[in-house]
Antibody
Framework: QVQLVQSGAEVKQPGASMKVSCKAA????????INWVRQAPGQGLEWMGW????????NSAQKFQDRLTMTTDTTTSTAYMELRSLGSDDTAVYYC?????????????WGQGTLVTVSS | EVVLTQSPATLSLSPGERATLSCRAS???????LAWYQQKPGQAPRLLIY???TRATGIPDKFSGSGSGTDFTLTISGLEPEDFAVYYC?????????FGQGTRLEI
């Protein structure tokens, strides 16, 4: 069955970087894209960006474009999301979610989420 | 960007009743590229509906979606205890992807 398994919780200092991994199983990794969505404590969902595993093309929300990098490793079927220059408002649960290969779409499978806490 | 406004913010109903959740877009969602998700505390969202009215794999027919253009509705019939959760709409027609703020369905 399709599974997305994310890396564990992290605590980061303000100004640092974070990198979350998302390992896919149960489907052909390159046939789909991966989206990243975050959810601050008690808040709603916020889309960060999408990467096509096949082409490497990306699209991201403007507010993250300067400090967000999304990559994939097809040899291990793993997607990565790096966010730099962290502030306290980046404290959130970060999710990866499967989408379409060529374009943005709905998200049919989600990872379990990774809590990142930014605190000094 | 397309702003999605969900109403009501909180909906209080009893088991067995029908829930009607609304999602209004600030501009036309082309091709009805509108999805609905259910999220329970401590869990990732779960896809219920995509393209406004197509149920995702394994979703029971008690969940139905309708609407087009700027007005969309999620209907849940015969509420059961496990249906009480937060529901989000999501448009993927026009970048950037956006979500509504959510409707909390409570007992």
């Amino acid at each position: 069955q399709v599974q997305l398994v994310q890396s564990g919780a992290e605590v980061k200092q303000p100004g640092a970087s974070m990198k979350v991994s998302c390992k896919a199983a149960g489907y052909r990794f390159s046939d789909y894209g991966i989206n990243w969505v975050r959810q601050a404590p008690g808040q709603g969902l916020e889309w960060m960006g999408w990467i096509s595993v096949y082409s490497g093309n990306t699209n991201s929300a403007q507010k993250f474009q300067d400090r967000l990098t999304m990559t994939t490793d097809t040899t291990t079927s793993t997607a990565y999301m790096e966010l730099r220059s962290l502030g306290s408002d980046d404290t959130a649960v970060y999710y990866c979610a499967r989408g379409k290969r060529w374009t943005m779409s709905y998200f049919d499978y989600w990872g379990q989420g990774t809590l990142v806490t930014v605190s000094s | 960007e397309v702003v999605l406004t969900q109403s009501p913010a909180t909906l209080s109903l009893s088991p067995g009743e029908r829930a009607t959740l609304s999602c209004r877009a600030s501009q036309t969602v082309s091709d009805n590229y509108l999805a609905w998700y259910q999220q329970k505390p401590g869990q990732a969202p779960r896809l219920l509906i995509y393209t406004a009215s197509t149920r995702a794999t394994g979703i029971p027919d008690k969940f139905s979606g309708s609407g087009s253009g700027t007005d969309f509705t999620l209907t849940i019939s015969g509420l059961e205890p496990e249906d009480f959760a937060v529901y989000y709409c999501h448009q993927y027609a026009n970048p950037p992807i956006t979500f509504g703020q959510g409707t909390r369905l409570e007992i």
